[in-house]
């Protein structure tokens, strides 16, 4: 069974940065498709990014385009979402979301972390 713990979010300033990873076990992590989603309060949990088992694709939703950039290390068995140019919007619990096919479908998921941004 794949456990999934995220870490790296916190309180940042519009237009700051910051990078959130999400370390894996239980699992071959190069078997894994990997992925993020956020949830804000009072609104639905939402895809952000997905990379594929070697990286080699990744997808994203359009309102983290040229903003966001999603990796992984397999060496490390952890996958990482460099956020950039932050909004007041961002601003939400971000969860780290594992599965097995591509195009992605999650079924394992992660215990969250938050994000806010300050105007």
């Known amino acids: 069974q794949v456990q999934l713990v995220e870490s790296g979010g916190g309180l940042v300033q519009a237009g700051g940065s910051l990078s959130l990873s999400c370390a894996a076990s239980?699992?071959?992590?190069?078997?894994?498709?990997m992925g993020w989603f956020r949830q804000a309060p009072g609104k639905e949990r939402e895809f952000v990014a997905a990379i594929s088992w070697r990286g080699s694709r990744t997808s994203y939703a359009d309102f983290v385009k040229g903003r966001f950039t999603i990796s992984r290390d397999n060496a490390k068995n952890t996958m990482y979402l460099q956020m950039n140019m932050l909004k007041p919007e961002d601003t939400a619990v971000y969860y780290c979301?594992?599965?097995?096919?591509?195009?992605?479908?999650?079924?394992?998921w992660g215990q969250g972390t938050q994000v806010t941004v300050s105007s």
């Open positions: 979301a594992a599965g097995s096919k591509w195009p992605p479908s999650f079924n394992t």
């Open positions: 239980g699992r071959t992590f190069s078997s894994l498709v």
